[in-house]
Nanobody
Framework: QVQLVESGGGLVQAGGSLRLSCATS????????MAWHRQAPGKQRELVAA???????NYSDSVKGRFTISRDNAKNTLVLQMDSLKPDDTAAYYC?????????WGQGTQVTVSS
């Protein structure tokens, strides 16, 4: 069974940085793609960043240039480095991993950015 466990969320001032991690007990190489999503209260869930098994990355326009997604294959961990944070980045952040047509989700970690 695939398990994804996020960590690294917290409270930070605008302009600050946070580093989210998503650890999995599964060999990360079996995932076709991994991604970070977020959902703020009263808003739709949003895809923030994704990375394919080949290392190709994609970002939403709202975070492009500020966030960096990467994989640590040796540690079976997905990372989201978030810089220049804004209050609009406040949300619950979820790690996802896809195998074929099945998507797996973590439990989420809260990020709060104060102005």
């Amino acid at each position: 069974q695939v398990q994804l466990v996020e960590s690294g969320g917290g409270l930070v001032q605008a302009g600050g940085s946070l580093r989210l991690s998503c650890a999995t007990s599964t060999n990360i190489f079996i995932f076709n793609a991994m991604a970070w999503h977020r959902q703020a209260p009263g808003k739709q869930r949003e895809l923030v960043a994704a990375i394919s098994s080949g290392g190709t990355t994609n970002y939403s326009d709202s975070v492009k240039g500020r966030f960096t997604i990467s994989r640590d294959n040796a540690k079976n961990t997905l990372v989201l480095q978030m810089d220049s944070l804004k209050p609009d980045d406040t949300a619950a952040y979820y790690c996802t991993a896809r195998i074929a047509r099945t998507n797996y989700w973590g439990q989420g970690t809260q990020v709060t950015v104060s102005s």
